[in-house]
């Protein structure tokens, strides 16, 4: 059995080992700085840690892994640059590094790279996962449009938002899962309970970061607290004030939400008290837990042994719990 430790291993060796051409060295380059970046490895990890549920051997799962943690950051650096983030893991976003334009091409070829990669899987299993592979990258687009088209709009449900965070997160969490099982060639029960597991997994990873954004530590949470606030994302938070505050509240909220030249320390200030006059850390919270106790709930119908399990038992539990 592998633990997480040694999944983060194979995955910057092979990260390291990744073939670049020499030219041109501005599309490649900002693919080795993204990727060098210190980030938490989770999709990778699962992939590998789910094919050791089931095997000794995790070989085969590593390309395949390797694709998913490509893929994820051609995400993050066009989501960069659509959210006009200026600092990603603590260090400057690759558009803010380079420009908006080579953040754009850049990802582009992450994303072609991602693909070769995981067509060095094992044959007899490729087009199961190249299928799973295209699936998500549609879903996540789909997750992505929803997202922008929140932006202008002040009427998004709680239903709305989880099938967004649904499509733009958890459903990656969920394929990097399914793929470590398709590759130690587990049974379609199987494969459906590895990836209920990771959705409901995902959804609360993501809730656990909208209350980051607003409760964590910036140096350890890697980004600027707030600044969902400042940009005035979606959040599980925002959408939920927004449904159970009065109407006076709600028009000093929207005041704040819409005014350009509000004060940024005082926005933040003034919505994290609204957050919290409404109880929406505890809602938050409890939101978690339930989605939390669904995954371990179909974590336990996959039958193999409990010892086995407890790798990813453990992950699990310290994903919402992080801190960062």
């Given amino acids: ?12 060796e092979k990260i390291k080992e990744i073939p670049y051409p020499k030219e041109p060295k501005n599309l490649y380059a900002p693919i080795q700085y993204i990727l060098a970046l210190k980030g938490k490895k989770i999709r990778p990890a699962l992939t590998l840690l789910a094919c050791n549920l089931f095997q000794d051997d995790i070989s085969k799962a590593i390309y395949p892994a390797l694709a998913w943690e490509i893929f994820h950051n051609f995400t993050l650096m066009h989501d960069d640059v659509m959210d006009k983030a200026a600092i990603r893991r603590g260090k400057p976003t690759v558009h803010k590094v380079w420009n908006e334009n080579t953040a754009m091409l850049s990802g582009d070829a992450m994303l072609i790279l991602a693909y070769r990669t995981m067509t060095k899987s094992e044959p ?20 992505q449009q929803y997202d922008m088209e929140f932006e202008t709009r002040m009427d998004v449900t709680e239903a709305e938002y989880l099938q967004m965070i649904r499509l733009k997160t958890a459903v990656m969490l969920g394929a990097c899962l399914k793929t470590g099982g398709i590759v130690a060639g587990a049974d379609i ?5 590895l990836y209920d597991f990771g959705i409901n997994l995902g959804l609360a990873f993501q809730i656990r970061d909208d209350l980051l954004d607003v409760y964590g530590d910036p140096h350890a949470f890697g980004k600027i607290t707030g600044g969902d606030i400042l940009c005035n994302k979606k959040t599980f938070f925002l959408v939920n004030v927004l449904e159970f505050c009065d109407e006076n509240d709600k028009k000093n909220l929207l005041f704040r939400l819409s005014e350009p030249n509000f004060d940024p320390n005082e926005k933040i200030i003034s919505v994290t ?5 409404y109880g929406l850390k505890a809602l938050a919270e409890d939101k978690i837990t339930k989605l939390y106790d669904k995954a371990m709930r179909a974590f336990e119908l996959i039958h193999v042994p409990t010892e086995r399990k407890t790798v990813l038992y453990n992950f699990a539990e310290q994903l919402i719990a992080r801190e960062s």
């Avoid at 008290?273 to 006059?277: F, L, R, T």
């Fill in 1 to 12: 059995m592998i633990t997480f430790e040694n999944a983060l291993e194979i995955i910057n």
């Fill in 273 to 277: 008290a609204m957050y919290e006059k």
């Fill in 124 to 143: 007899h299993c490729l087009k199961q996962l190249l299928d799973l592979f295209s699936a998500t990258a549609a879903e996540i687009c789909d997750g």
């Fill in 189 to 193: 029960e199987t494969l459906e309970q």
